[in-house]
Nanobody, 128 residues
Framework: QVQLVESGGGLVQTGDSLRLSCACA??????????MGWFRQAPGKEREFVAA????????YYADSVKGRFTISRDNAKNTVYLQMNRLKPEDTAVYYC???????????????????WGQGTQVTVSL
């Protein structure tokens, strides 16, 4: 069983920064074996891919809308994945979800179907 707990969301102004954290508690297979992703969902919209990082942290992937502004990273010693968000825009407003792939399924890393565990989400609101 895997539990993911996000934190760090809040209300900020355009151009501000936030860092989201996702702490992972897992029994059995360790956090360092999971591909981790961040997704977001705005009201009335489908959940969309934001960023992902492979188990070792050697590869990262970003949605075009956040490339150059957001950075995903992980600390396997702390069982935590981060999303540093800079130069935030109102269109970044959404609930942000952390997700873990514990099965290593052969599915695009940008697809929600790849991930079998999800956190409860943390709200990010960017005002004008």
């Amino acid at each position: 069983q895997v539990q993911l707990v996000e934190s760090g969301g809040g209300l900020v102004q355009t151009g501000d920064s936030l860092r989201l954290s996702c702490a992972c508690a897992a029994s059995g297979r360790t956090f360092s074996g999971y591909t981790m992703g961040w997704f977001r969902q705005a009201p009335g919209k489908e959940r969309e891919f934001v960023a992902a990082i492979t188990d070792s942290g050697s590869s990262t992937y970003y949605a075009d809308s956040v490339k150059g502004r957001f950075t995903i990273s992980r600390d396997n010693a702390k069982n935590t994945v981060y999303l540093q968000m800079n130069r935030l825009k109102p269109e970044d407003t959404a609930v942000y979800y952390c997700a873990a792939d514990s099965r290593m399924v052969v599915v695009p890393i940008t697809s929600p179907a790849k991930y079998d565990y999800w956190g409860q989400g943390t709200q990010v609101t960017v005002s004008l």
